[in-house]
């Protein structure tokens, strides 16, 4: 790699300006001290008072003997606590690890000490969970407690109730620079088996990503846009990454933010209506649910804006929105990337309720701006752009983990062939449109073509009679692999190995899916294996019914 | 500064993602490879074939020799050739030198000299320019001929017209990656006194500069705001601080591109109406011409939204424009900072037609992201933000000349203090707005208090019978400096020393000025020293009339 020209030295007294996450309070400060940051019914502050508070907060930290390199987890609900976290720790040039409250125990115990954090601050609803893996921590023993009742005792182990540290604090006034690839935050991911793998994110990541997400959401012409009048709220948990890095775009923006507390649909409408909640994000299954809450029919929810991610937009779920008023499109994004990759916003032209809007709407949509997102078979190679041929998901961009942590043969796999692959399987189209189709891990290589399994599953389970139904790939000596339905029917209901084959046929002849997906037998379950988040258990599927498996890759 | 963390290594394969120009064209061509760009009459083409051009040029310069570290000058009007030069020659490592085609041309050899070129691009106009510098440029051997009419014969000493050379080109497919402070563009600065000085940004520069510019022009809720189907033409020439850079948010943002030429008003109100332009910036002078020719009371011009900087918008002006249905706001910048600091966007609960929102538009504005910008006193103390007190306007953001090319002093001094001086004087309001008054050489500092010169010119301006003024501040022993106006009468036209000197005197007894700034007398004079560019030149004004100077400073 060339050296940057020598031609010439800078000014002795010209700074670096290594790109840092305190430079994302510049703009909103100069412009909008006055604007407010909420956290459910009883915090509201300005601006002004985030930053004293974010002094603060670094002025408690340092009195507990945090420094640069050092590790501080916080376990909360969403917050105006964890917006300050999102600044203060890293500010400090130490490392904000947010724990994925939704853990098992063990787990949480495991990340905690894995990412090496001595000092916790976290919310009396975790102290049961806590108190559970105590004696698994032994060196997380600076902890300060998040308090949302008042006048409460302060529990034994813990060093200060929050609020009561700021106060008692002397705040930092001056966060100095440093290397702007240092680690400001880091998290773990949680796959369907082994363990919880770190990833980590660094100032110049973290500024990048604001800067390019505020680029993105704000030049849409009219669609799916944010704005400086908006109201933002997250539906995706702080602790999932970064609440999609919103958090610092709203910051960057100078918005108002409204941080909801724990999730329950009521307090969430009401936030909505009471602070004029313009832009949010959330996984589908959220969105339904608040939509099918009893306050939601007495909720004005027009130009309300939520970014669709986590999992793909369901065409219904789209339309419900859509017929509320609600601007809902897709997005796409994962733990290792920060994670904004693609956003489904669309042009003036492709606007109106037009069926090509929907299904762009429903799609992951186009990158935003400096990532480089390619879709490559197994040799790398581009496939069409042709909304039809699928590969891989792979991508660059200034933003993503460079790594798991301690973690060499994960990391070298990640990045296999230099380019982040997101074990997803997806096409795009003329547009520019990413569609993902599936986990590259469920995806089911048959005759040199590759069938969705989410696909298949959707068809199988319109079957009146079809409870549950999960599709694996088995070993095939003739084609690689075969798909194989595993159905659990409805008690008391009727339906055969045929029917469901012909079921997939029809859709075949229609051009739906491939012929090659047209399974050549079925298998009725009584129960379907799914892991401890929930998710349908795929590689305990397969190790279950394949027994023509070699052995599992995985 | 403390190191990165250390903790842990990347990926061996995870690449650095250097932040390059080339990086501006992905999402563009992932998303709108069709989008148009124009250029005049009869150029028209798609941002896929301006990948391939880009290419081609590429192509042509390295095999005219051209590699990395190397300076490629460029001498066209505003034209699709310089957009692909903005591209070509950086994504080689090369350094993009925009010569100012408005300088002398014993200034355009010194420019062409200092930056080290050996290959240029230019227009057939320029020719009568370059031969009449011909044996000042040795270095300058290898020529490109840009040129807008068919069939015409080569130049001597020219080694190809642009188009020839393009199609006989091996095109450069692959561009690499390499350090991000490699340097992508220089181009002269014009003071009123002394050389022209070189300023110089590097790829990583241009890419942050690029993303703040389409995050802060995106993120306004409405006035104000560049989105995705604006059609944009520049009015600040592309060798004039990179067309304000608007050309790489342009791309960026794969926004349909229209290039005049050379400004022509009745060729740019009909590009404007032919191709539907909507964005544009310019300099106060150009813009009163567009709305003064013939042909501007027949063009709608409602929706084009207009950026003026390079000079303070005049009240009038907005308000002229403003009844056009234009929106035109203030941006403020220089050569030395890439150019974008501040826009003068306007929050909706203060839009619409009134007073305060007008005074808004015309002031320089807020800062874009990341820019931390301050008004300073001479011990670099802050002033206040209450849209009175003044200082001068120091800068840091990521995008701003490390130096003058070869020009340590200058360089140090322009830096000094760790913030990038602007020479301006102005004041910040309560809402972060900031107004220029002065170049900070030309602010009369008396009594203790900074004098703007202008603001005084400005109200002696307003006598039927002052044709011209310039108000200098002459050595006082007592208070420092004092301003002395020059006035030119009209021609038969009579004004007393004692009308002026009460004119200023009861705009002080009405708040507007200083009552410091009422002069003692004034110099009647028959004419008024200005440069070679127009500008009214103080510093000779000065040597000519403050006979008490012991020496002048600058």
Same mark, same amino acid.
């Given at each position: 790699?060339?050296? $940057? ?30 604007? &407010? ?40 609900? !969403? ?17 904000? =690890? ?26 009396? $609803?975790?102290?049961? +969970?806590?108190?559970?893996? !105590? ?6 023993? %600076?902890?300060?407690?998040? &308090? ?28 100095? /620079?440093? !290397?702007?690839? %240092? ?23 973290? +500024? ?5 997400? =505020? ?17 933002? =709220? ?34 969430? *409408? ?14 589908? %299954? ?53 994670? *904004? ?13 037009? /069926? ?23 040799? =790398? ?8 041929? %699928? ?130 037998? +079925? ?5 379907? &294996? ?25």
């Amino acid at each position: 790699m060339p050296l $940057a020209t020598a031609a010439d030295t800078p000014a002795p007294e010209a700074p670096a300006y290594p790109l840092l996450i305190k430079q994302l309070l510049l703009t909103p400060l100069a412009v909008r001290p006055e604007q &407010e940051i909420v956290y459910g019914d009883n915090v509201r502050f300005d601006y002004c008072t985030l930053q004293a508070r974010i002094g603060q907060l670094a002025g408690l930290l340092t009195s507990l003997g945090v420094k640069h390199g050092d590790t501080v987890a916080v376990m909360d609900w !969403d917050s105006n606590r964890y917006l300050e976290s999102y600044f203060a720790v890293p500010m400090l040039g130490a490392v904000l =690890m947010m724990v994925n409250i939704r853990l098992a125990p063990e787990q949480i115990a495991y990340t905690l000490n894995h990412s090496g954090a001595r000092v916790i601050l976290a919310n009396r $609803a975790f102290l049961p +969970v806590l108190d559970g893996i !105590d004696d698994q921590l032994p060196d997380v023993r %600076t902890r300060i407690l998040l &308090e949302d009742e008042a006048d409460q005792p302060l529990p034994a182990g813990f060093v200060t109730e929050y609020e009561a540290g700021l106060r008692a604090a002397t705040p930092v006034s001056h966060f100095p /620079d440093f !290397d702007e690839n %240092t680690r400001a935050t880091m998290f773990y991911t949680t796959g369907t088996t082994g363990l919880p793998k770190g990833v980590y994110f660094s100032h110049r990541q973290l +500024v990048l990503h604001s800067l390019a997400g =505020m680029a993105a959401l704000g030049s849409a012409a009219s669609q799916g846009r944010l704005h400086r009048d908006d109201v933002y =709220m997250p539906i995706t948990p702080m602790f999932h990454v970064h609440a999609w890095g919103l958090p610092y775009v709203a910051t960057l923006m100078g918005i108002k933010q409204v941080y909801p507390g724990r999730y329950l649909p009521g307090q969430l *409408l009401a936030l909505i209506a009471r602070e004029k909640v313009t832009f949010s994000h959330c996984v589908p %299954t959220i969105l339904h649910m608040l939509l099918g809450h009893p306050s939601a029919a007495d909720s004005d929810l027009s130009g309300w804006k939520v970014v669709i991610g986590g999992a793909a937009l369901p065409r219904a779920l789209a339309q419900q929105a859509l017929a509320r008023g609600i601007d809902i499109f897709g997005g796409y994004g994962m733990s290792e990337t920060c994670p *904004l990759l693609t956003l489904a916003q669309i042009d003036a032209t492709t606007l109106g309720g037009s /069926d090509e809007a929907l299904s762009l709407r429903t799609k992951a949509g186009i990158p935003v701006p400096l990532v480089d997102l390619r879709i490559v078979d197994e040799d =790398m190679h581009d496939v069409a752009h042709d909304g039809v041929a %699928t590969g891989e998901v792979v991508v660059r961009a200034p933003w993503l983990t460079q790594g798991y942590l301690h973690n060499p043969d994960a990391s070298a796999a990640l990045w296999a062939g230099g380019y982040l692959h997101t074990g997803d399987i997806g096409n795009i189209d003329a547009g520019g449109y990413l569609r993902v189709a599936d986990r590259i891990k469920d995806v089911i290589k048959t005759g040199g073509e590759w069938i969705s399994s989410l696909a298949l599953e959707d068809i199988i389970a319109l079957h009146p009679a079809v409870n549950e139904v999960a599709v694996i790939g088995i070993t095939d000596t003739k084609w690689g692999e075969r798909p194989l339905p595993l159905v659990v029917r409805h008690a008391g209901s009727e339906v055969t190995e045929a029917e469901i084959i012909e079921l997939v046929a029809a859709r075949s002849r229609s051009g739906d899916i491939s012929r090659f997906a047209i399974p050549d037998r +079925v298998s009725f379950v009584d129960a379907i &294996e799914r892991t401890s988040v929930g998710k349908i258990n795929k590689k305990k599927l397969r190790s279950l019914h394949d027994l023509g498996a070699a052995a599992d890759a995985e």
